[in-house]
């Protein structure tokens, strides 16, 4: 199999280059993202390999198909890039359901811990020998509530982190998962309730905006908003008006609606020109990173031995129906994969 690998970073290279030389698979590194305008570039491969920003809309699919490309390989998680009813019946779409939710988890308590806390600017300061403590006050988390939006494996993790800081965790899911031990709420109270609320849940036609001026109304006043999930999930502009009012006391985000553009790449020495991530980042209760939650050694590893897998099964016919995904996604009534193994 030829594989062509979008958007492919420095770091991604080593533990491909190895999995791929085992499997005998010959993978291509273009640095540039698939989109209508790069689509070409996967003619005589038979996949391509992307990531979170890759735009695989249905105008990609169609011309993938034509080039004769029969699978697309997601070396992450989320699948919201992929327009999988387009892909449904041409092209079969495989992702790495867990590589490692400790990154995430963790990540998110990460940050939490470091707008709280302020320890981003305690390290400026004290490289710059100023010793002072004033606005560096933060608050203990022990005893705080932390509503947990989407209990799957990411947010499980994240409840058990906030548990060990002594924290109150209030849960929601569609689809509750009684053996999780966790208190689940509806939405109105968990909102209503939190001191900090994380999000962990998928980016849907359900979830989109979830966090919107309505939403935020209903909050505590001075809660704190993390979002290592989809940028989609958070209206920014209401997120934004919402930290003005001060009805926000604190947003920790990894992801944003608009990071598609943005996020892994060097924009230090330009002006950037979307206004509302320019004034996210000039707020001072609002930590922005690049959409790096999954960033560790362990999980760079697992994202390349199962992507690799994943396309080694499909190369050989082999069901993967782990990793398949498709529009029908997750739980379907009548889901194909549970008779054959696979989505189409
Ligand atoms: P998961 O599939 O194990 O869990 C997702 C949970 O969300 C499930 O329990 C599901 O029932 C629930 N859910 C589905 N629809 C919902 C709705 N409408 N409302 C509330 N809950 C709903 O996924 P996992 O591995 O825990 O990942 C969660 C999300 O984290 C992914 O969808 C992805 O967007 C994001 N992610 C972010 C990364 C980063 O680097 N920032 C890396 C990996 C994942």
């Given at each position: 199999m030829r594989i062509a690998f979008f958007d492919a970073k420095p770091y991604d290279m080593p533990g491909f280059d190895r999995y791929a030389a085992e499997a005998g698979l010959e993978l291509?590194?273009?640095?540039?993202r698939l989109n209508e305008d790069t689509v070409s570039l996967a003619a005589g491969f038979d996949g391509v390999c992307v990531f979170v920003n890759d735009v695989v809309n249905q105008a990609v699919i169609e011309r993938l198909h034509e080039l004769g490309v029969k699978v697309i390989a997601l070396r992450c998680a989320g699948f919201n890039n992929v327009d999988t009813r387009a892909a449904y019946g041409k092209i079969h779409v495989f992702r790495v359901p867990a590589y490692s939710p400790y990154a995430v988890a963790e990540h998110a308590m990460a940050l939490l811990l470091t707008i709280n806390r302020?320890?981003?600017?305690?390290?400026?300061?004290?490289k710059d020998f100023n010793?002072?403590?004033?606005?560096l006050t933060g608050f203990d988390l022990h005893g705080k509530t932390v509503g947990v939006?989407?209990?799957?494996?990411?947010?499980r993790i994240f409840a058990d982190i906030c548990r060990g800081f002594g924290m109150k965790i209030l849960a929601y899911d569609k689809f509750p998962n009684p053996e999780s031990g966790l208190d689940y709420v509806n939405l109105d109270d968990l909102f209503a309730q939190s001191d900090i609320i994380s999000l962990h849940c998928p980016l849907n036609e359900e979830t989109e905006h979830l966090i919107n001026a309505d939403s935020i109304a209903r909050m505590k006043q001075g809660v704190v908003i993390v979002n290592t999930s989809r940028g989609g999930l958070v209206d920014t502009e209401a997120l934004i008006e919402g930290i003005k009012s001060k009805q926000v006391g604190a947003a920790c985000l990894d992801v944003y609606e608009e990071e598609g553009d943005l996020f892994y790449e060097d924009y230090s020495g330009h002006i950037v020109r979307d206004d509302k991530l320019v004034r996210l980042i000039a707020m001072p209760n609002v930590l922005v990173t690049s959409h790096q939650a999954f960033l560790t050694e362990e999980a760079l590893e697992n994202i390349a031995q199962t992507t690799v897998e994943n396309l080694v099964k499909f190369s050989n016919g082999i069901p993967s129906p782990d990793t398949e995904v498709c529009y029908r996604c997750p739980r379907a009534e009548d889901c194909r994969k549970e008779r054959s193994g696979k989505c189409f």
């Open positions: 291509k590194y273009f640095e540039t302020r320890t981003h600017k305690a390290y400026m300061r004290t010793f002072s403590l004033s606005g939006i989407g209990t799957g494996k990411i947010g």
